[in-house]
C-alpha cells in the first residue's frame, strides 16, 4: 500500500513497489498476463507484524488468503488490500488522495477518534499565519503541540501540559529526531535547525521559546564551540562550591547505621538498580526517590512503569520505597519546603546517580535549567548543601570513567582526587568535564567534613544475566549496528571499558556500606578490559565483515543520509568534530592507544587497588569487556532493533 499512499519517511519502498505496479500494467497493456496486489500491514506474519499505521488495521492470514484468491479469480491487474479502521483518521493522514471516489460517500465520512491533522503543513502557509500573528509564541506552539501528538499518535483529547517533560509522556531520542525533521519540513528554507540547537527544548514551552528565538536571532542555531580559555574559565567557575557547604557541628553515624536513603536518578540508566539493591539491605527502613513533577502521572506510577519495563518490580521492596517531587538542578532539589525540612533531619545518606547524558553537546555557558551543567553541576552542589542541611548525612556520588584525564605514576588509571587543571587538555565535549567538574567539588566537601564517597562507573551494559538494556539512547549500541550495516569502523584505537550495570550497583554499593572504604574516588574498571577494534570479531559472529578505515571516512559515512545513518542520527555532531573525537577516545591518555598494549598492560592500566581488596575476586569473576557487548547486541536482535534498522 506504501504505493498508493506514499507513507513519509518510506520513499524507496514506495518507489520500488510502484515501479512493480507499473511493471503488471505495462505486461497487461501489451497482452501478458500480470497481477499486482498492494498489500497493508499482516498481523501474523511479515516484516511489518508490528508496525502501527493510523486508521489502518492489520489482515489476518485467513482474510489475506481469500483476498488472494479473489484477486487472481478475477483476473484485476491491480487490487488493494487493507483494513481501515478509522476513514477520519485514514483521510487525514493522507488528505490530498482520491480514495473517496472508489467509496460510499458515507462510509468515507464515518465518524471515527478525534485525532489532530497529522498532515504537516506546507512552508509557505506556515510562514503566512507566523508572519501576520501578533501572537508568534502561540501560533509555535500550536504546530510544536500537534507535532508531539503525531508522533506520540495521541488523541486530540488527551491533554498534556505546555511545560510537561516530552519525556514523560514516552519520547525517545529517535522520536525527538523526528520532530526536528517534522520541523524542519515546516519551516522549509528559511530556517535550517540542527539536533543540537533544540536538545535543551524538552517541552512544548521551551521548544516553542527556542524556535521563535531561532526565527527571530535571538539564539544561535549552532552549538558553537568554545575556545580552551572559555572552557578553562568555565571549569573554574563551576569548580567553586560554595562556602556555607560545609559540616558544621555535626556527627555522622556508621555507614551501617543508614537507614533512610535519600536517591536521585531512581527512572535513569543506573538508578533502578541501586534503588533495587538499596530495599533488598535489611538495614534500610526507607528510600525515598526524587521524582521531577508531572501533571501528567505521579512519580508512583511513572516509578512503576521503568521497573516493569527493566523487569525489576517483583525485585524491588516497594514498601520501602516514597516518592516526593523535586528537581535536583533546582535551589532546595526543587521539593515542598515542608518536603525539604523534613527530609533534611530524618535522612542518614544521600545516593546521587542523577545526570543528563548528552554526548554531542559541548561544555559552554548557558542559561538552561534542564542542560548538563545545570543538572550534572548545580544538581551536585545543591545535593551536597542538602548533605549538610539539620543533619549531616553520607553521600554516594555515581560519578564516570571519563572524568578521568591522567594517568598515576605507575601509568594506571588514576583513582586520586582531580585536580582542577586536569580537565585543560582535555575534550571539550560536555558530559566529561560536568563529571569531572563533579568530583573536584566532592573533593572540596570532603576537605570540609561532609563524608563522600565518588564511584566512577564504566561504560554500562545491560544486566549481566541477559543484556537486557534501554537501546534508544544508548551510543555506543546503535554505534556498533551501524558498524555492522555499513561494514566500517574507525581504525584509530581506544579501550572500551565496560561492565553490566547491575555488577556496578552491586559493587559500588558492597563498597560505600563497608567501614574500610572511607571519603575516597573508587574506580569502577572491567578486569578484562578491549579495545574497541575487536568488536570486528564480534560482527563476524553476528555475520557481518567489517573492514578498518580512517576516521574521516568513517565520520563520512555517519554524516550521510543513507538509511544506515538513521542509527546514529542523534550522534552526528559527535562524529562531524574529528578533532574532539578522536581526543575524547583514540588520543586520550586514559583511553587511547589500546591497539600498541597487550592485554597484561590493558589490564595493568586499569586494575583498581582499591576496588580489589575491599572486593575480593571482583575482577577474576568478570568476562571479557567486548563479551558483554556482543551479549547485549543479543538482546537488541531479540527485541527488534536489528531489524528496525534493515540488518
Request: with cysteine; proline share 4%.
Amino acid at each position: 500500500m506504501s504505493a498508493i499512499v506514499g507513507p513519509p519517511g518510506q520513499c524507496n519502498h514506495t518507489a520500488a513497489n510502484a515501479f512493480k505496479d507499473a511493471f503488471a500494467h505495462y505486461r497487461s497493456s501489451i497482452g501478458l498476463p500480470a497481477t499486482t496486489i498492494n498489500w497493508g500491514p499482516w498481523s501474523e506474519v511479515g516484516a511489518a507484524t508490528e508496525v502501527e499505521v493510523p486508521g489502518v488495521k492489520a489482515i489476518s492470514n485467513l482474510q489475506g488468503l481469500a483476498a488472494l484468491e479473489f484477486a487472481l479469480k478475477t483476473h484485476r491487474t491491480q487490487t488493494a488490500v487493507f483494513g481501515v479502521s478509522s476513514f477520519v483518521l485514514f483521510r487525514r493522514m493522507w488528505p490530498h488522495h482520491s480514495f473517496r471516489k472508489y467509496l460510499d460517500e458515507k462510509l468515507w465520512n464515518k465518524t471515527g477518534p478525534t485525532l489532530v491533522n497529522s498532515g504537516i503543513e506546507e512552508a509557505p502557509v506556515f510562514w503566512e499565519e507566523f508572519d501576520a500573528s501578533s501572537n508568534k509564541a502561540e501560533v509555535m506552539k500550536t504546530h510544536v503541540r500537534n507535532t508531539f501528538r503525531n508522533i506520540l499518535k495521541l488523541d486530540q483529547n488527551d491533554v498534556f501540559a505546555d511545560d510537561v517533560d516530552i519525556k514523560v509522556l514516552g519520547m525517545d531520542s529517535l522520536m525527538f529526531i523526528e520532530i526536528k525533521n517534522r520541523l524542519q519540513t515546516l519551516f522549509g528554507d528559511r530556517l535550517s535547525i540542527t539536533a543540537s540547537s533544540i536538545r535543551d527544548s524538552k517541552t512544548v514551552e521551551l521548544l516553542s521559546t527556542t524556535l521563535v528565538g531561532l526565527i527571530e536571532g535571538k539564539f544561535s542555531v549552532e552549538n558553537r564551540k568554545p575556545t580552551f580559555e572559555e572552557m578553562k574559565a568555565l571549569i573554574r567557575e563551576d569548580s567553586q562550591l560554595p562556602e556555607h557547604i560545609q559540616a558544621q557541628s555535626q556527627k555522622v553515624g556508621s555507614v551501617n547505621e543508614i537507614k533512610n536513603v535519600f536517591l536521585t536518578g531512581c527512572t535513569g540508566t543506573f538508578g533502578p538498580y541501586v534503588l533495587m539493591n538499596l530495599t533488598n539491605l535489611p538495614q534500610i527502613s526507607q528510600v525515598i526517590c526524587l521524582m521531577r513533577h508531572s501533571k501528567r502521572e505521579a512519580g508512583e506510577e511513572r516509578l512503576h512503569k521503568v521497573l516493569s519495563k527493566l523487569e525489576l518490580l517483583s525485585k524491588v521492596d516497594m514498601g520501602k520505597v516514597r516518592c516526593v517531587s523535586g528537581n535536583v538542578a533546582e535551589p532546595n532539589l526543587g521539593m515542598e519546603p515542608s518536603d525539604w525540612e523534613e527530609l533534611s533531619r530524618s535522612v542518614d545518606a544521600i545516593f546521587h546517580c542523577a545526570a543528563s547524558v548528552q554526548h554531542v553537546e559541548y561544555y559552554r555557558n548557558t542559561e538552561s535549567k534542564s542542560d548538563m551543567r545545570a543538572v550534572n553541576i548545580g544538581g551536585t552542589k545543591n545535593v551536597l548543601e542538602f548533605a549538610c542541611k539539620n543533619k549531616l548525612k553520607h553521600v554516594y556520588h555515581a560519578s564516570s570513567l571519563l572524568a578521568v584525564a591522567t594517568l598515576d605514576e605507575n601509568g594506571r588509571v588514576s583513582e586520586k582526587w582531580p585536580e582542577v587543571g586536569d580537565f585543560d587538555e582535555g575534550t571539550m565535549f560536555g558530559y566529561p568535564v560536568t563529571k569531572f567538574v563533579g568530583d573536584v567539588l566532592m573533593k572540596q566537601a570532603v576537605e570540609r567534613g561532609i563524608p563522600c564517597k565518588v564511584f566512577r562507573l564504566p561504560l554500562m551494559a545491560g544486566e549481566s544475566r541477559i543484556g537486557r538494556c534501554s537501546i534508544e539512547n544508548n551510543h555506543f549500541l546503535l554505534r556498533y549496528i551501524f558498524i555492522m550495516k555499513t561494514g566500517i569502523m574507525s581504525s584509530a584505537p581506544f579501550v572500551v571499558p565496560t561492565l553490566p550495570v547491575d555488577i556496578c550497583a552491586d559493587v559500588s554499593l558492597q563498597i560505600f556500606f563497608n567501614d574500610d572504604a572511607g571519603p575516597d574516588v573508587y574506580n569502577i574498571t572491567p578486569g578484562f578490559p578491549d579495545t574497541d577494534q575487536k568488536f570486528v570479531e564480534v560482527a563476524k559472529e553476528f555475520g557481518y565483515n567489517v573492514d578498518l578505515v580512517e576516521f574521516s571516512e568513517f565520520a563520512k559515512r555517519v554524516m550521510g543520509s543513507g538509511e544506515e545513518a538513521s542509527a546514529l542520527e542523534a550522534f552526528k555532531e559527535f562524529y562531524n568534530d574529528e578533532d574532539e573525537s578522536l581526543k575524547a577516545t583514540a588520543r586520550s591518555p586514559v583511553f587511547g592507544g589500546g591497539n600498541e598494549e597487550s592485554e597484561d598492560g590493558l589490564r595493568n592500566k586499569w586494575w583498581s587497588e582499591k576496588v580489589a581488596k575491599l572486593v575480593p575476586n571482583f575482577f577474576e569473576n568478570q568476562k571479557q569487556s567486548i563479551d558483554y557487548i556482543h551479549q547485549d547486541l543479543l538482546f537488541c536482535k531479540s527485541q527488534g532493533w536489528f531489524k528496525r534498522f534493515g540488518l
